[in-house]
């Protein structure tokens, strides 16, 4: 059932290193989502580009790129080289104890880490084995083979719609978004977990290509799709922020 789908799905940080999904478990997945997420009059405004195991090393320095903290903001401006030395030496700190040490709130070992690293914090989830980066298109929406359509080539597509204004408006992340849940419910139901994550900047000194695309514009990347076998050994955090009253946010309106 697709509520047992959706309770099951949960942003988790650490996903297994040991047991990796075969590429044609995605493949499948992103075949269907394709051919299943709705699109306003068939233009995909986004761009999706994968990540698969062999990108490791890349994701680690996204994920250096992830930091949550009070001093967050000093990294995404800092032009010190050492500070992002000493950046990933936290961060490897922070998964030592991860994975020898801390697997719940309640260790003690939690606040020895928490205090022993400044608190900082990282969202693992961009290191797991595949990642879809969500990110707007730039260039012509119009494809290749919707250019080979007879429609196209009648020049009805020009005709009726303003193409143009497409790019520069907010459509993008509508899409994004509803390709993404849809992405991950098939992930799910597949038997893998799916984890989304926003919180990321880019900088000169951790380059990953993985983020390249907010060196200009921070808003370019709508988010990040981890997808893999959950790691049920590792800690999992969670938001302290409660949910809102379904009345709060849904409003009937009667006459």
Known sequence: MIEDILKKRTNISFFREDKIPD????EDILQKAHL????????????????????????KYATLATVCSDVKNMY?????????????????KWLWFHKNKVKSYSDKEFEKMRKSINQHHFNQQIRAPYLLVYSKKTDDIITNSQKESSYFKRG????????KSLINNNMWLVQAGMHGIITSMLAVEKGLDASFCKCFFYNTHIHSNILRKVKV???????TLGIGYG????????????KPLLEEIVKWVWK
């Open 76 to 92: 995404r401006k800092s032009e010190n080289p050492k500070d992002f030395i000493e950046l990933e030496k936290i961060y490897e």
């Open 231 to 242: 790691d049920k050994e590792m800690m999992k955090y969670q938001s302290y922020v409660e």
């Open 156 to 163: 009805r597509l020009e005709k009726v719609f303003d193409v």
């Open 36 to 59: 299943l997420t709705p699109h306003k009059n068939n233009f995909f405004q986004y761009d999706i580009e994968v990540y698969g195991p062999e990108y490791d090393e890349d994701k």
């Open 217 to 223: 514009k921070d808003n370019d990347i709508a988010f």
């Open 23 to 26: 590429k044609k478990i995605i």
